[in-house]
């Protein structure tokens, strides 16, 4: 056998392989939970309430609830792909310092939530949340937040519905387009089993949008949420950009601190770039 010869087949063998985990295990890339016992104790600085919705197929979803005496409104927030709540439960306290009431859910296999995930079931989930929020506050007060892969289910969420806001914090504009731009060798659009098309839901998206993304993102590339950006049809519309920020440190940012209050508050110029 010709050296060459066994280099095309070394190739072969490694790119099929590749491939094949890519196909079998992108469940399990894509979704990072971490199990929680039932009879985990939350502890948080802020007051909150632990709450479990059951689904329409009999599972169950374990959320904290932050509340305030005299809330300016309610966030409801979706997490990225890693953790539960004993993380992000820390992460989301920061708008309940700020004197907004927090949601924020646990989806299923996460922390102590029940069921295996489906993109569809991920949608049909934050509805379940949503209408929880606006059974207990007026749709006028709802601010939708979603972070990294939680940015497209809740984009999904506010196309559907009406909240007054829409924050997303490091967004993309396709999980296909991401994917692509890590594994340009592999058939993506062929194999990717989850679609999230954040691009297509925006364009339904009524209320105000603000984006925040970092210019130094290892994760989700900026230019992905710029695209998102265009997509988006409402002219009360802005795209924060983060020079420096990566995927998980907006936050510690300058820019990122002065502009929260403002966007929270919907105080926006309308379709502008701030950089």
């Not at 890339?29 to 197929?57: A, G, M």
């Not at 409104?73 to 439960?89: D, E, M, T």
């Not at 679609?195 to 925006?202: A, D, G, Q, R, V």
Request: proline residues 4%; positive net charge; aromatic residues 14%.
């Amino acid at each position: 056998m010709s050296r060459l010869k066994k280099v095309l087949i070394t190739t072969f063998i490694t790119y099929s392989s590749g491939l094949g985990i890519l196909f079998f295990f992108q469940h399990k890339i894509i979704f990072q939970p971490k199990p929680l016992p039932i009879n985990y104790i939350y502890q948080f600085d802020h007051p909150f309430e632990e709450l479990f919705l059951k689904t329409e197929d009999g599972e169950h979803l374990n959320a904290i609830h932050f509340k305030n005496k005299d809330p300016k409104g309610v966030i409801l927030y979706f997490h990225g792909n890693k953790g539960n709540l004993s993380r992000w439960g820390e992460i989301s306290s920061f708008f309940a310092k700020k004197q907004y009431d927090v949601v924020v859910m646990d989806y299923r296999s996460y922390g102590k939530s029940t069921g295996t995930i489906t993109e569809e079931k991920l949608y049909k989930d934050a509805q379940l949340f949503y209408d929880y929020v606006v059974a207990n506050y007026k749709e006028h007060q709802v601010i939708v937040y979603g972070r990294s892969l939680g940015t497209s289910i809740a984009t999904k969420i506010s196309s559907i519905n009406n909240p007054a806001n829409l924050i997303l914090e490091t967004p993309f504009n396709t999980m296909e387009e991401v994917t692509s731009h890590w594994l340009p060798i592999f058939p993506i659009k062929s194999i990717l089993r989850y679609k999230f098309p954040s691009n297509k839901f925006i364009k339904a998206v009524k209320c105000p949008v603000t984006i925040y993304h970092g210019t130094d993102d290892g994760v989700v590339p900026y230019g992905s949420g710029k695209r998102l950006f265009e997509n988006i049809q409402t002219s009360n519309k802005r795209m924060i950009t983060i020079g420096g920020g990566s995927h998980n440190d907006l936050i510690k940012f300058k820019k990122y601190i002065n502009t929260i209050d403002q966007v929270l508050c919907k105080k926006k110029s309308k379709n502008s770039m701030s950089h």
